[in-house]
């Protein structure tokens, strides 16, 4: 059975509602909102990489650093640089080899200005179930551990 909650007005009736649950009345509220313009600064193909995972990290040079989980030259993801007016650069592809594939998580900037992050499949090692790496900014790439799994 649904209580009914009476709200007062200013002008001293009061109205009856029947509902459910909570009701939520805003009074007087107004926004100084202004439109925002959405602009697309790169759309995947596939060869640059697929499925972007996470959320971007501004590095501190002021370009934004992110992985993909599919796509790249062996479409097994990709670690990306975009600059804020759009210039796209693929940074590296993963091989599903020692450097590890499908990293479903995004990237840390360390205080040696190096980013780091991890995959979750492949690897060295004989279950090869991710690895732990290191790219720099220009796109050296360093795997730092393999999981060995179970």
Request: proline fraction near 5%.
């Amino acid at each position: 059975m649904n209580k009914p909650i009476y709200v007062g007005l200013a002008t001293g009736k009061t109205i009856r509602f029947a509902v459910p649950g909570i009701l939520l009345i805003l009074a007087g509220w107004t926004s100084n909102a202004t439109a925002q313009t959405v602009t697309n600064l790169h759309s995947f193909s596939g060869s640059d990489g697929s499925s972007p995972e996470d959320q971007l990290v501004q590095g501190t040079d002021g370009n934004f650093y992110g992985t993909t989980s599919q796509g790249g030259a062996h479409n097994y993801g990709t670690i990306f640089r975009i600059s804020p007016s759009g210039s796209f650069t693929n940074l590296y592809s993963f091989t599903n080899g020692s450097d590890g594939a499908t990293p479903y998580a995004g990237l840390v900037q360390g205080s040696d200005g190096n980013f780091y992050g991890t995959t979750s499949g492949s690897g060295s090692g004989p279950s090869a179930d991710g690895t732990v790496f290191r790219i720099s900014p220009s796109g050296t790439y360093t795997s730092l551990y393999s999981f060995a799994g179970p």
